[in-house]
Nanobody, 116 residues
Framework: QVQLVESGGDLVPPGGSLRLSCAAS????????MGWYRQAPGKQRELVAE???????RYADSVKGRFTISRDFGKNTVYLQMNNLEPEDTAVYYC??????????WGQGTQVTVSS
C-alpha cells in the first residue's frame, strides 16, 4: 500500500515562503509522475506542479516563477518550494503519485494559509 504524507503547511503573511514535503512509503521511482495539487474552499482541486520520472516539470500559470517542485530519491520525498506567496494561494495542498496501471495515490493534505 502506497502512503503519501504531506507536511509543511502553515499560516504565512503575503510575500512569505514555505516548503512543503511529501514523504512516500515506497520508492518514488515507482510512482511517477508525482505532483502537487491544491483545493481552495468552494473550488475544484487543481494541478499546481508536476514532475516526471525524467525530471520534466510543469506548473500552473498562476505559480510559474514562484513555486518549484523537486525530489530527493534517497529520502523518497517530493518538495514544493513556494515563494512570494499570495492570499490566492490559500488552500489545502495535496501530493499525488501515479503507480502501476495508472493507479493514483493521494496524501491527506496540508493547509496553507496566506494572510496578514
Amino acid at each position: 500500500q502506497v502512503q503519501l504524507v504531506e507536511s509543511g503547511g502553515d499560516l504565512v503573511p503575503p510575500g512569505g515562503s514555505l516548503r512543503l514535503s511529501c514523504a512516500a512509503s515506497v520508492m518514488i521511482v515507482s510512482i511517477y509522475p508525482m505532483g502537487w495539487y491544491r483545493q481552495a474552499p468552494g473550488k475544484q482541486r487543481e494541478l499546481v506542479a508536476e514532475i516526471s520520472f525524467g525530471d520534466d516539470t510543469r506548473y500552473a500559470d498562476s505559480v510559474k516563477g514562484r513555486f518549484t517542485i523537486s525530489r530527493d530519491f534517497g529520502k523518497n520525498t517530493v518538495y514544493l518550494q513556494m515563494n512570494n506567496l499570495e492570499p490566492e494561494d490559500t488552500a489545502v495542498y495535496y501530493c499525488k503519485g501515479v503507480g502501476f496501471g495508472g493507479v493514483a495515490y493521494w496524501g491527506q493534505g496540508t493547509q496553507v494559509t496566506v494572510s496578514s
